[in-house]
């Protein structure tokens, strides 16, 4: 997997393993479990990033199970290290112990409206406006021509 910037810099990444559990029955849980390696060649750059495996039925946990641990390192000298990586993907990331990126404190999205949308606005999708009119029968029929495109 590749990241490609205007610059020219390339950073390559290994995904982990992805567990998904609770399908039958219980919650659903989606789980990163193992290490996922970034590298950039460009600037001599390593990461390598440990997601803790969830606890099993009889265990305890020493870490929640989205969080991570790793370092970046020099891909010339791995031993060098230039800094250490912690945090939660789902809550915050950090670099030697400071915080660079909070969901906490992320604005949300707004949606910008436009007085001229484009024809593919989901608004004009011809199943949600027949559903809205309450006809199940040609609402089913878009549906259906949308999803077999």
Same mark, same amino acid.
């Given at each position: 997997?590749? $990241?490609?910037? +205007?610059?020219?810099? &390339?950073?390559?990444?290994?995904?982990?393993?992805?567990? $998904?559990?609770?399908?039958?029955?219980?919650?659903?849980?989606? +789980?990163?479990?193992? !290490?996922?390696?970034?590298?950039?060649?460009?600037?001599?750059?390593? %990461?390598?990033? &440990?997601?803790? +495996?969830?606890?099993?039925?009889?265990? @305890?946990?020493?870490?929640?199970?989205?969080?991570?641990?790793?370092?970046?390192?020099?891909?010339?000298?791995?031993?060098? $290290?230039?800094?250490?990586?912690?945090?939660?993907?789902?809550?915050?990331?950090?670099?030697?112990?400071?915080?660079?990126?909070?969901?906490?404190?992320?604005?949300?999205?707004?949606? $910008?409206? !436009?007085? +001229?949308?484009?024809?593919?606005? %989901?608004?004009? @999708?011809?199943?949600?406006?027949?559903?809205?009119?309450?006809?199940?029968?040609?609402?089913?029929?878009?549906?259906?021509?949308?999803?077999?495109?």
């Amino acid at each position: 997997n590749n $990241i490609e910037f +205007e610059d020219g810099t &390339k950073i390559t990444y290994v995904l982990p393993k992805l567990q $998904i559990s609770g399908l039958l029955f219980g919650s659903r849980v989606f +789980e990163v479990i193992g !290490t996922i390696i970034f590298k950039d060649e460009k600037n001599d750059l390593h %990461c390598a990033l &440990k997601f803790y +495996e969830p606890p099993g039925f009889f265990s @305890r946990a020493e870490h929640s199970s989205d969080h991570f641990d790793g370092l970046l390192t020099k891909i010339s000298n791995m031993d060098k $290290i230039i800094s250490k990586v912690s945090g939660e993907w789902t809550d915050h990331i950090q670099f030697d112990g400071k915080k660079y990126w909070d969901l906490k404190l992320i604005d949300p999205v707004i949606h $910008i409206h !436009t007085l +001229e949308p484009l024809p593919s606005d %989901c608004r004009f @999708r011809e199943d949600l406006i027949y559903l809205a009119k309450k006809d199940m029968q040609k609402a089913q029929e878009n549906k259906i021509r949308l999803e077999v495109l």
